[in-house]
């Protein structure tokens, strides 16, 4: 497993469960992750170390956590030395790699997304076309807004484009694949402003809830076979495959759904509520996506809600911290929450912050509801100086 986040420590905490599994290695990993797996001092985006690492512990499958190292190619150059990867390879990662491209994949896929507007007037979306941690983005309502983030944009030094502003709700719908076939998982909502009633900057998200009660399991396969599938196809057809987990970040606008972006794996923080509530063999199916053999496969799905509650340092998104003491994290296991691990790091075995998500509190529950206090409830026995969590996480998904 590769990576060192929240979501990383969800994975490997899923893929623990995995009657299947005999040794789990991860590189960097975390104090959380550091409970079930070997950790390894390799940082995620060193292929260069990754490879050599991966083939001395003789290990059958790697997953990749994040986005920069598959843009950057860790799939194609772990299976030139034949092992077998869950991540898609350079180019079909450029689906979250270049807007640009995504763009021209929706098109020649049929699948629908914000219209590129010819001339850049309120309200509208500048984006940036490359990799930015969440930070290419400006939603532009006035004239004030759109001169800031054209401005913005255009210091980033990537070309950019400008695309109508949609409204609505938003969702994301995540496909794992195998280079053919889509496996739909549950929806899952995003917070992605730093604060209550989505006020303040955009983050990496602030916390996450599953099902989303407005979309059956229906509606889901009904999106991932009209949006995920036909990508797939077109990837496939440009000679790029996609095999790992396909990401679609999408708002409910009156006219129907709509792409907002593509990611090439899986959401942070939203794996952290879906896996909790995966009752099958992760570890097997995402093995047999990275063969290619996932026709026929299923991943049954606990009817239960999940909630996830970040709990952030001070100054995040701005900064982060490190080096601060934390408490309370077994007590929050002992009401029989989840706790991953996000931006923490031990200094003479005791936990400190290292990070700007610290920590990831997850619940379950019979309703969204019930799930959402357990969530809370468990999040208050956590404390550390400066410690920052938003209030309303799942607030709006109702009972
Ligand atoms: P992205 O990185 O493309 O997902 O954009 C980050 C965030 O900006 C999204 O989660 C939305 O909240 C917002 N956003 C992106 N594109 C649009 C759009 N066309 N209309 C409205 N909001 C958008
Ligand atoms: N939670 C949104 C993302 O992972 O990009």
């Known amino acids: 497993m590769v990576g060192s986040g929240g979501r990383e420590h969800a994975l490997a905490w899923a893929l623990a469960r995995s009657d ?127 001169d800031a983030g054209l401005r913005a944009a255009e210091a980033l030094g990537q070309p950019f484009h ?40 955009n983050t990496g998200g602030m916390g996450s809830y599953s099902p989303v009660p407005r979309l059956s399991d229906a509606d889901v396969e009904q999106l991932v076979a ?31 759904p709509r792409v907002l972006e593509f990611n090439c794996r899986f959401g942070d923080p939203e794996t952290q509520s879906l896996l909790p509530r995966i009752d099958g063999d992760l570890l097997a199916v995402l093995a047999a996506a990275a063969r290619g053999e996932l026709a026929g496969a299923s991943l049954p799905t606990s009817p239960q809600a999940a909630v996830t509650v970040v709990l952030a340092a001070r100054d995040y998104p701005q900064r982060g911290d490190a080096g601060t003491p934390i408490e309370g994290v077994a007590d929050a296991e002992a009401t029989g929450a989840l706790v991953f691990h996000a931006g923490t790091a031990l200094h003479d075995r005791r936990l400190v912050t290292n990070g700007g998500r610290i920590l990831n509190v997850t619940a379950l529950g019979e309703t969204v509801a019930a799930a959402r206090s357990r969530a809370y409830d468990a999040a208050r026995r956590i404390a550390f100086a400066g410690m920052r969590y938003r209030s309303d996480i799942a607030a709006r998904a109702g009972a």
């Open 162 to 201: 400008v695309e109508e502003l949609l409204e609505g709700e938003e969702v994301s719908v995540f496909a794992l694949c195998d280079g053919t076939h889509a496996l739909p998982l549950p929806a899952a909502q995003d917070y992605k402003r730093v604060g209550d009633g989505d006020e303040g900057p």
């Open 20 to 146: 299947s599994l005999t040794e789990l290695h991860a590189a960097p990993g975390n104090p959380g992750i550091a409970a079930l797996a070997s950790c390894h001092p390799v940082r995620a985006d060193d292929t260069a170390s990754l490879v050599p690492l991966a083939c001395e512990l003789d290990i059958d499958l790697v997953v990749v956590g994040p986005e920069a190292p598959l843009v950057a190619g860790v799939a194609d150059a772990l299976r030139q030395r034949g092992i077998a990867v869950f991540g898609p390879s350079a180019e079909a990662a450029r689906i979250e790699g270049s807007k640009a491209f995504a763009k021209q994949v929706m098109e020649a896929a049929g699948v629908p997304t914000a219209r590129t507007l010819p001339v850049a007037r309120p309200p509208c979306v500048v984006k940036a076309d490359g990799l930015a941690a969440g930070k290419g983005v400006w939603v532009c309502r006035t004239q004030a807004e759109l």
């Open 226 to 256: 009209t949006i995920h599938r036909p990508v797939l196809a077109e990837l496939a057809r440009r000679g790029a495959p996609f095999v790992g987990t396909l990401f679609a970040g999408l708002m409910l606008t009156a006219d129907g």
